[in-house]
Nanobody
Framework: QVQLVESGGGFVQAGGSLRLSCIASGITFSRYAIGWYRQAPGKSRELVAQISRDGSTNQIESVQARFAISRDNTKNTAYLQMNSLKPEDTAVYYC?????????WGQGTQVTVSS
């Protein structure tokens, strides 16, 4: 059974930091590209950052220089370090693992940033 479990969300004031974790089980983690997505109330889900199997990364413009995605294949875990958080970063954050036709999602973790 494949599971992606996100953790690390919470309530933080603007300017604060959080680190999200995504622990995978039931897959060969190193084969998968990992993405962090977010969905704010009333908005569609959007890709925030992604990391390929070889470790190359990219982020959307609105989080560049603030967020960093990383992975530790020895721990089957991906991370999203979020610094200088803004109220507009408030959303449910989801982890996604994709390899060919295989595509898995976590259940999400809430991030709330107060002004």
């Amino acid at each position: 059974q494949v599971q992606l479990v996100e953790s690390g969300g919470g309530f933080v004031q603007a300017g604060g930091s959080l680190r999200l974790s995504c622990i995978a089980s039931g897959i060969t983690f190193s084969r998968y590209a990992i993405g962090w997505y977010r969905q704010a109330p009333g908005k569609s889900r959007e890709l925030v950052a992604q990391i390929s199997r070889d470790g190359s990364t990219n982020q959307i413009e609105s989080v560049q220089a603030r967020f960093a995605i990383s992975r530790d294949n020895t721990k089957n875990t991906a991370y999203l370090q979020m610094n200088s958080l803004k109220p507009e970063d408030t959303a449910v954050y989801y982890c996604n693992a994709i390899w060919g036709s295989f595509n898995f999602w976590g259940q999400g973790t809430q991030v709330t940033v107060s002004s």
